[in-house]
């Protein structure tokens, strides 16, 4: 069982900068691929962005790209997303999302809300 726990959301100007973390329970943390997925309102959930256990292989949603950075920290067993110049329809609950050991894990959100 693996237990994921988000911090770090809030609320955000447009183009304003924030970082969201996911601390992960397990002693394989280094063998997860980690996500971030997001769900606005009234819209599916959606993938943000993904690393990988081998080699910290990163993908990312095309909307997202070139303002999101996700990173890992093994030794820490957490993942963070930061997200620079974000806009309002980045406003959404993100999720933190863990493949392991073939089972997918989720927390349980943090709200991100980018508004003037």
């Known amino acids: 069982q693996v237990q994921l726990v988000e911090s770090g959301g809030g609320l955000v100007q447009p183009g304003g900068s924030l970082r969201l973390s996911c601390a992960a329970s397990g002693d394989t943390f280094s063998t997860y691929t980690m996500s971030w997925y997001r769900q606005a309102p009234g819209k599916e959930r959606e993938l943000v962005a993904a690393i990988t256990s081998h080699h910290d292989t990163t993908n990312y949603a095309d909307s997202v790209k070139g303002r999101f950075t996700i990173a890992r920290d093994n030794a820490r067993k957490l993942v963070n997303l930061q997200m620079n110049s974000l806009k309002p329809e980045d406003t959404a609950i993100y999720y933190c999302?863990?493949?392991?050991?073939?089972?997918?894990?989720w927390g349980q959100g943090t709200q991100v809300t980018v508004s003037s």
């Open positions: 999302n863990a493949l392991a050991w073939g089972r997918i894990y």
